[in-house]
């Protein structure tokens, strides 16, 4: 493998994967890159855990999608494995689907079928929080050499850290813009039923509770309608 090209290109990978507008745009520059980088993958995702439940984000292919659900109906495979962080491990490795699979022989068979020839899975994680899992996947068995799973992990360290990066700032996009819609709504109804800031705020916040709705969308309405309701 050429490691200097490797690495210019990782370097211009990250510079790309900092320069994204969204969350959603970072993700599937991730799975682009590890396509475009790892030796032997033909498709890429991310796999994250809600609870057993498995959310799929940027798939490459359709492929990537199809494992993800068959992992989460079986409770098992290597990137299910990845987003718990299982015994402390970091990344797993399926060489070769057309062979009997100790650790995970459900998942294995039945993804065979799928198309799968080898796959990896690498954990996401920060020093803050654990991610979910990037998944590699090729339709050839033994596509995935030592330099396939050494690149795969450097790929997933700059991409947790560009996922991280993103999600932060998108939420940070988002509390500015809440408090923003909560601000206006106040003054709202603070004109319209001469009530002070702190009335106008306990109105807002009393009808979220009675009525189960976040106080973001309480706010919007009465944005929109001039009332609470």
């Given at each position: 493998?050429?490691?200097?090209?490797f690495?210019?290109?990782m370097?211009s990978?990250?510079?790309?994967?900092?320069?994204?507008?969204?969350?959603?745009?970072t993700?599937?520059?991730?799975?682009a890159?590890?396509?475009?980088l790892?030796?032997?993958?033909?498709?890429?995702?991310?796999?994250?855990?809600?609870?057993?439940?498995?959310?799929?984000?940027?798939?490459?292919?359709?492929?990537?999608a199809?494992?993800?659900?068959?992992?989460?109906?079986?409770?098992?495979?290597?990137?299910?494995?990845?987003?718990?962080?299982?015994?402390?491990?970091?990344?797993?490795?399926?060489?070769?689907?057309?062979?009997?699979?100790?650790?995970?022989?459900a998942?294995?068979?039945q993804?065979?079928?799928?198309?799968?020839?080898?796959?990896?899975?690498?954990l996401?994680?920060?020093?803050?929080?654990?991610?979910?899992?990037?998944?590699?996947?090729?339709?050839?068995p033994?596509?995935?050499?030592?330099?396939?799973?050494l690149?795969?992990?450097l790929?997933?360290?700059?991409a947790?850290?560009?996922?991280s990066s993103?999600?932060?700032?998108?939420?940070?996009?988002?509390?500015?813009?809440?408090?923003h819609?909560?601000?206006?709504?106040?003054g709202?109804?603070?004109?319209s039923?001469?009530?002070t800031?702190?009335?106008?705020?306990?109105?807002?916040?009393?009808y979220?509770?009675?009525?189960?709705?976040?106080?973001?969308e309480?706010?919007?309405?009465?944005?929109e309608?001039?009332?609470?309701?």
């Open positions: 493998m050429d490691w200097s090209g690495a210019q290109q370097a990978m990250a510079r790309d994967l900092l320069a994204q507008e969204t969350v959603d745009a993700l599937e520059r991730i799975t890159s590890a396509t475009e790892v030796e032997g993958c033909d498709a890429a995702g991310i796999l994250v855990l809600h609870g057993r439940k498995v959310q799929t984000l940027a798939p490459s292919h359709q492929l990537v199809d494992s993800d659900r068959l992992q989460e109906a079986l409770e098992e495979g290597p990137c299910f494995d990845a987003a718990r962080r299982s015994q402390g491990e970091r990344v797993f490795r399926i060489s070769d689907f057309t062979e009997q699979q100790a650790r995970w022989p998942y294995a068979s993804a065979h079928r799928l198309g799968v020839g080898s796959m990896m899975g690498f996401l994680f920060t020093e803050e929080e654990d991610l979910g899992a990037m998944n590699l996947y090729s339709r050839r033994g596509a995935f050499t030592e330099a396939s799973e690149a795969g992990w790929l997933a360290s700059h947790a850290v560009a996922f993103a999600r932060t700032h998108a939420q940070m996009e988002q509390a500015v813009t809440t408090r819609v909560i601000g206006e709504a106040m709202i109804l603070m004109g039923r001469h009530l800031e702190e009335q106008a705020f306990e109105v807002l916040r009393r979220s509770q009675e009525n189960n709705v976040k106080l973001r309480v706010a919007r309405r009465v944005c309608r001039g009332a609470v309701s």
